[in-house]
């Protein structure tokens, strides 16, 4: 089949002929490379329209709302399969029989804890450290620790960090947990599945008998499973920017970790916990609706809109019925239920939220359903960021393995002062 390409005629210039590249479903892209040998770069500030990288992970086609990884669609997935099943696809691209279904699962449930001088590195914070800040300091510690897997242009190694951070990026979340609320952590509990041992580290307490209650135990499975992986979001990028310069594993999820912290990223979900309690109550929704209406005023809907869905999130709606299921089987009554229903049926029929296309996301419901789960809310993105370790590590070593990989470095519209004159200070005019 015949190579097809875009032409674009530059001024003064022969017309250059830009290869289309086809893929495999969504938007084929137009090789740019040959643009800086005419003298320009792409314009692009928040990669609008521009593809970073060539990935087969996950594929979202934000005008359908679909979400699939490794061709499964999500509510397949959350529906019949376990966080380490997906964690499993997403590192080897395909579903593992049961035998390596079982070897895997053994290898991360056992591999759990983490060195106790690591522990130590929790009495360097203030115990009212958001937990967050509390993650991006001790995971990037781990690199302290594992000296025996940073080889990262060695597969075995690679495999070996990628294992060791989902085994016990849990463990190093329950802490900062516990580290925040002045109890003892509590060491992991290799019977366990992976999400009743994240419980049990964040809830249990030495004193008593835990026993984990089989519905948050699928929930929190469920809602591990929903944010593993997203294509290329801003934290991401970040990691495979930073594996991209040959940095060590734990590093990079580090500055993942860091990026996912923003409140127009993975901070969404304790923002929009934190924007329901402000609403309170459904009479107050009309001025808040103005207000996320209102150029002027900063404030934004939380849970609402995305850069690439502009219809359903299938992740809101998978997380919407199990918000249900929990608030039902729990026999919970949460107000705050009431309020985002009413937020959401009124905005969905708002002419501002269906003109640009603003739906709820993946983090509207989340903040529900892991309150009524007796999850803190600073806890939130902190279990967001548990989850997306899957994907984060799946695309560092997606990109590792490609053929020519290279260190990335955009470029720039450069608009600030060129060839001025130095005078020393004493020479200057004030
Ligand atoms: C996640 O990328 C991913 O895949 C991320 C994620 C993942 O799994 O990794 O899906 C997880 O981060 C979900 C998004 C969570 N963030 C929020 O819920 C925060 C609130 N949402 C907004 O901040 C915003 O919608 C973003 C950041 C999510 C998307 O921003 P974009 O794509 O840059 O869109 P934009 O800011 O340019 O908005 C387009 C228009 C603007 O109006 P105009 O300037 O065109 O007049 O829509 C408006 C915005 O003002 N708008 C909103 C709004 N979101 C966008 N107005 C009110 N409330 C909102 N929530």
């Known amino acids: 089949m015949t190579k097809q390409t875009a032409t674009l005629q530059l001024p003064g210039q022969e017309a250059i002929e830009l290869p289309i590249i086809k893929g495999s479903a969504g938007n084929d892209v137009i090789d740019i490379s040959k643009l800086g040998a ?108 594992y000296h025996d897997s940073l080889d990262i242009t060695n597969e075995q190694h690679r495999e ?7 085994s016990k990026m849990p463990t190093l979340a329950a802490m900062s947990y516990k580290y925040s609320n002045g109890q003892p952590f509590i060491y992991p509990d290799n019977k366990l599945s992976y999400a009743g041992n994240f419980l049990k580290m964040m809830f249990a307490v030495p004193c008593e008998d835990y026993v984990v209650n089989p519905v948050l135990e699928r929930a929190m499975d469920k809602i591990f499973i929903l944010h593993a992986d997203h294509e290329q979001n801003a934290s991401t990028s970040t990691v495979r920017l930073a594996g991209s310069s040959g940095a060590n594993p734990f590093a990079c999820i580090a500055a993942g970790i860091a990026s996912l912290w923003g409140p127009a990223h993975g901070g969404a979900n304790e923002a929009c916990l934190n924007m329901l309690e ?20 900063p404030f934004r809907l939380m849970g609402f809109g995305h850069r690439v869905y502009k219809n359903h999130d299938p992740r809101a709606t998978v997380m919407r019925n199990a918000c ?19 937020l959401e049926r009124i905005a969905l029929e708002d002419p501002y939220f269906i003109e640009k296309k603003l739906y709820p996301n993946v983090d509207f419901y989340s903040g529900i359903i892991l309150k009524a789960m007796g999850i803190p809310k600073s806890m939130f993105t902190v279990i967001f960021a548990v989850s997306r370790t899957a994907g984060w590590i799946s695309h560092w070593k997606e ?11 955009p470029r720039q519209l450069y608009t600030g002062e060129v060839d001025l004159h130095f005078d020393p200070v004493d020479d200057r005019c004030s």
């Open 399 to 409: 990109m590792l393995d490609q053929p020519g990989q290279r260190i990335g470095r």
């Open 278 to 297: 402000q609403i309170e109550t459904v009479e107050n929704i009309p001025e808040f609706i103005r207000k996320a209406k209102d150029k002027n005023d």
């Open 324 to 342: 249900h299921e929990v608030l039902n089987d729990l026999k919970i009554d949460d107000p705050l239920l009431d309020v985002a229903r009413e």
């Open 160 to 166: 070996i960090a990628a294992y060791r951070l989902i």
């Open 38 to 145: 005419a003298g320009y770069f792409t314009y692009d500030p928040g990669f609008l329209a521009t593809a970073s990288c060539e990935s087969a992970i996950t594929y979202i086609d934000g005008d359908k709302g679909i979400l699939q990884h490794r061709g499964y669609p999500i509510d397949q997935l959350a529906e019949k399969s376990d966080y380490l099943e997906v964690c499993f696809l997403l590192l080897n691209g395909h579903l593992p029989d049961k035998d390596d279904f079982n070897k895997f699962h053994h290898v991360v449930l056992h591999h759990t804890m983490i060195h106790e001088q690591l522990a130590k590195l929790y009495q360097g914070f203030r115990r009212d450290s958001h937990p967050m800040a509390i993650m991006c300091g001790v995971v990037g510690a781990l690199s302290a620790f």
